[in-house]
């Protein structure tokens, strides 16, 4: 077994242990961690499979922004854990039916004629002046323009649905409006008062 072998058995032994943490775990804040631990070992993963690009990108963008936002998140939110499990065992047989179907998708997966060793193919070596991110960028916006275009607009509809979802309106509130005042006179605001002057005894 060569270096590159036991680098992806480790990473992929951490990875997995890291996951059933995540769901595991009784502390938000624990479990969080553990996805940050999750996202790093799977970068690891795509550094083995040459794609520096999207390795650090996950490291950026899902480490460096998604997970301390959920940290901040849960660390700031006061979270009841004990309503949180109240129907853990009310749903508990639909999730062991889900997990169980998935199991038995992946094990046809990988215990499939297509995943064998041999089929596999290697990465080939690449000349050290090639870009990763060129050759990226070439496939999105070439042979797969039409699928990234179609993500970007789901993800739209997913932005527009989270703020839909969460709008709440608020009762009673201040606010103004622009075209009121622009039409207001000075006879609706300000009132002309007549006093008398201050007799002197």
Known sequence: MD??????????????????GVITARNPVHAALLLVLAFFTCAGLWLLLQAEFLAITLVLVYVGAVMVLFLFVVMMLDINLDRMREGFWKWFPFGALLALVMLA???????????????????PLRAADYSNTKEL???????????????????LVAIVAAIALTLRRRVGPRFMEPSEQVKVKRSDRVRMVSMPSEKKE
């Open 3 to 20: 270096f590159q072998s036991i680098t992806f058995y480790f990473f992929a032994t951490v990875l997995v242990a890291s996951a059933l």
């Open 105 to 123: 998708e992946i094990s046809m997966v990988l215990m499939g004629r297509k995943f064998s060793a041999d089929q596999i193919p290697t990465p």
């Open 137 to 155: 960028g070439r496939l999105i916006y070439t042979e797969y323009v039409y699928a990234f275009e179609l993500a970007a607009v789901i993800l």
